[in-house]
């Protein structure tokens, strides 16, 4: 890398009860500097930026009366007690619902997925994922028209009796998660025999001339989750996700393309996307670049078109000795 930087952090200032404090005692905007100051303050003299905000989402909230009293934080709770507390009668909690006039809400909210660089390497940066949510009043808990016909329908009925909808109260920060990339690859390596593919993804870019001129959590973050493996035990994963909206050319027809005119697409593609090679890590996703376009460089660089330095013509080498996606 042309530079060396160190960055000096204390990561007990940004344990799950500091960043549960903040998230409780800052007032969302639609911006979240406020937020973004606070996390910075927890970790000073290192780059904190907020890196994604994800697509927007909603869940089960809780019930309500007409006059915006609250009767319950959750919808779940509040009918699964309630049917046992009627000798589980379901059409008991039916109509005491409709005497009651009791609204039922919903959760809508974003992912705010922030990003702490503590290092040069790619899985140098700590990331925190923080929920944005928004309580909104969103249809009478029993339809008239439409009642159900058992307890699960009762809580998420096919046909809703909607009402216009309003907001209950101001919108608020609650903590999701944090994870330390570096300590959580080093976790996810144990469990498996071959070098997993989001290391390799890591290790690419640290060898490459993206590596050498760009920021890896300026433009990709992570996404951990758990899956059910093959034997019903759970599986911790990790998926590579990018996090940014450049408007980048799709590089997904190349039939006939070599040489200078391959190069030049290549080319204009690194320069939008910022750095150097992007293009390759693009095709490893997935996303505007196929991979028929690192095959078509592959032949160019081992035939008579050497245009790619020497670190990235060993990255794509390997990738085309044993080609892997994230």
Known sequence: MAEITTYSIDKQMLDGPALAKVCKNTLPEPNDQALLAKLEALAP???????RIGDEWYRLGGIIDMNGKRIANSLIEWTERTYIEGGKDLQTLI???????????RQTGNTLHFAIQTGNKAQDFIQIDIDK????????????????????????????ACIETFYIGTAR??????????VFMDEINKYHSIVHPAQRFLDDWNR????????????????PYQHTGRFGEQVINIEIVNTQQKNLPH????????????????????????????????????????????????????????????????????????????
């Open 251 to 326: 590089m997904e027809n190349i039939a006939g393309k070599k040489g200078t005119a391959l190069h030049s697409l290549l080319t204009r593609f690194d320069r939008q996307a910022g750095y150097p090679f992007a293009w390759f890590f693009y095709m490893v996703k997935g996303k505007l670049v196929t991979p028929d376009c690192g095959v078509a460089v592959f032949q160019d660089v081992n035939g008579h078109f050497a245009y790619l330095p020497e670190r990235d013509s060993a990255v794509l080498n390997d990738w085309m000795n044993e080609p892997y996606s994230v």
């Open 208 to 223: 490459s001339s993206a590596g050498h001129k760009a920021v890896f959590c300026d433009d990709w973050i992570i996404r």
């Open 173 to 182: 920060y609650t903590y999701r998660r944090k994870t330390d990339v570096s």
């Open 133 to 160: 949510t928004h309580e909104i009043a969103d249809r009478w808990l029993v339809s008239g028209q439409h009642p159900p016909e058992d307890l699960e329908e009762f809580i998420d009925p096919l046909e809703p």
């Open 45 to 51: 003299g290192c780059p904190v930026q907020l890196a």
């Open 95 to 105: 109509e005491h619902a409709q005497e009651q006039k009791l609204i039922a809400t």
